[in-house]
């Protein structure tokens, strides 16, 4: 089992910058992939980066040159750090892991943590 817990959530105006954490009770190490998602009120959760642990990283649309994925391996920790927010930013974002064990692929979630951006 991997446990994830988010912080860094909060109220801001638009323009402003939010840095969330993600910190795993295991090392980060060995997961294959961190991402982060979001999920705004009343639609599906989509992803807005992701980090493969061969130091890839990938981007939503939308998000791309504003948000910056992270890791630090020595703190089982993964960042995102958002820029110049919109409104549209607003939702509740949530850290993922995905972690093989023995050749079976295990998706771990954090509780989330609210980002709300005012215009």
């Known amino acids: 089992q991997v446990q994830l817990v988010e912080s860094g959530g909060g109220l801001v105006q638009a323009g402003e910058s939010l840095r969330l954490s993600c910190a795993a009770s295991t090392s980060i190490s060995s997961i294959v992939r961190m991402a982060w998602y979001r999920q705004a009120p009343g639609k599906q959760r989509e992803l807005v980066a992701s980090s493969l642990a061969d130091g890839s990283t990938n981007y939503a649309d939308s998000v791309k040159g504003r948000f910056t994925i992270s890791r630090d391996n020595a703190k089982s920790t993964v960042y995102l750090q958002m820029n110049s927010l919109k409104p549209e930013d607003t939702a509740v974002y949530y850290c993922?892991?995905?972690?093989?064990?023995?050749?079976?692929?295990?998706?771990?979630w954090g509780q989330g943590t609210q980002v709300t951006v005012s215009s």
């Open positions: 993922n892991a995905d972690r093989i064990v023995f050749g079976t692929l295990s998706r771990y």
